[in-house]
């Protein structure tokens, strides 16, 4: 089976930098996403890792060890848009190429 | 513009009254997908369609049914809606089968059964 754990809530201020921790078990992988989810909107793609390292887009980076089955995203020069949620999912092996397991998300607020 | 379209995009309805959600995306899409999402579980998958006619379950299937007619539309069809399938659903496209690619969300259909 599958289970992804993150933080359910973080506060942070503009101009800050946060870092949101993604932990998994899986029977296999094929990647890991992040997608960022304003309340009532869909989720939008932030990033992909399937290889161990550093990737990154901008102010965002995303960071993976498989061997930890450990994520993070990095936000850095946070803005006020930046308040949202951050999902973490999951490509499991074997279950499908487009399979997605999601975690819960962290609801990140950004304050003045 | 390239996008995943829902429709309706909030409804209210009762116990047992069948209805459709419709899905479509204009990017020539392969794979399709329907996710609940619900406070505290997060987004679970309900189908997907690998292509036309190629569907299967997801992780909670239980009273919903899916067709895959055509490549652009997915629709989500409840026989026999009941509360606890008060949810906020989203459909999903990505271009194929590769595991590198990513998925598309639709803007989400609220639904509330009484």
């Known amino acids: 089976g599958q289970n992804i754990d993150q933080p359910t809530e973080m506060t942070a201020t503009e101009g800050a930098i946060v870092q949101i921790n993604c932990t998994y078990q899986?029977?296999?992988?094929?990647?890991l996403f992040w997608y960022q989810q304003h309340a009532g909107e869909a989720p939008t793609f932030l990033s992909y890792n399937v290889l161990d390292g550093l990737e990154e887009k901008g102010r965002f980076s995303s960071f993976l060890s498989r061997s930890k089955g450990y994520s993070y995203l990095l936000l850095k020069e946070l803005q006020m848009k930046d308040s949202a949620s951050y999902l973490c999912a999951v490509r499991p092996m074997n279950t499908g190429f487009q399979k997605l397991v999601f975690g819960t998300g962290t609801r990140l607020l950004v304050s003045p | 513009e390239a996008q995943v379209t829902q429709n309706p995009r909030y409804l209210i309805t009762v116990t047992g009254k069948k209805l459709t959600v419709t899905c479509s995306q204009n990017m020539n899409h392969e794979y399709m997908s329907w996710y609940r999402q619900d406070p505290g579980l997060g987004l679970r998958q309900i189908y997907y369609s690998m292509n036309v006619e190629v569907t299967d379950k997801g992780d909670v299937p239980e009273g919903y049914k899916v067709s895959r007619k055509e490549k652009r539309n997915f629709p989500l069809i409840l026989e026999s809606p009941s509360p606890n399938q008060t949810s906020l659903y989203f459909c999903?496209?990505?271009?194929?089968?590769?595991?590198?690619?990513?998925?598309?969300f639709g803007p989400g259909t609220r639904l509330t059964v009484l």
């Open positions: 899986t029977s296999g992988f094929n990647g």
């Open positions: 999903a496209s990505s271009l194929n089968n590769n595991y590198r690619n990513t998925q598309y």
